[in-house]
């Protein structure tokens, strides 16, 4: 039996798409903020967003992000060297996925005026997984309210 660990890459890549550019301005506070750990990229996903290449809602809600191998490796790397006497490591999957976030770094959790009954809960920068318990509550809570 091995043992299984789960590491994840620290630096992000944001895939440019016309959004980028049209709504790019009220990120850049938090773009200089962190800009050693973004890279910018004109992908695959890039050129097929600009083409309009997606031609139904199910492939463009996933966009299907490639996985970061180079930075895998190295964070495997610093795992090893953080705890060299770990077995040697292999990667049985990965995946990518995209994380969404607001210009002040601060979820959105409101109703969504235009349509009653719809609330929106987005933008929790990957901390959504951890604060389901609590978000889940306060959207019940918000929806019951109107």
């Known amino acids: 039996m091995s ?15 016309f959004d980028s550019f049209c709504f790019g301005a009220k990120y850049i506070p938090l773009m200089q903020k962190h800009w050693r750990k ?16 997606y031609d139904d809602f199910t492939r463009h809600r996933i966009l299907d992000t490639e996985p ?6 190295q ?6 060297q953080e705890y060299p006497d770990a077995m040697e490591m292999h990667f049985e999957n990965s995946w990518a996925g ?9 979820p ?14 987005a933008g929790f920068s990957g901390h959504g997984f951890g ?16």
């Open 3 to 17: 043992d299984v660990v789960t590491i994840a890459t620290t630096d992000g890549f944001h895939d440019l798409y």
């Open 38 to 53: 973004r890279k910018f990229v004109f992908g695959r996903t890039s050129r097929e967003g600009l083409a309009d290449e």
């Open 68 to 73: 970061d191998v180079k930075g895998l490796r």
């Open 75 to 80: 964070t495997a790397w610093l795992f090893r």
């Open 98 to 106: 995209q994380i969404d976030f607001m210009p002040d770094e601060l």
């Open 108 to 121: 959105v959790i409101a109703p969504y005026t235009a349509i009653p009954g719809l609330a929106i809960a």
């Open 131 to 146: 604060l389901v318990p609590v978000v889940d509550r306060s959207m019940v809570e918000l929806l019951a309210s109107n």
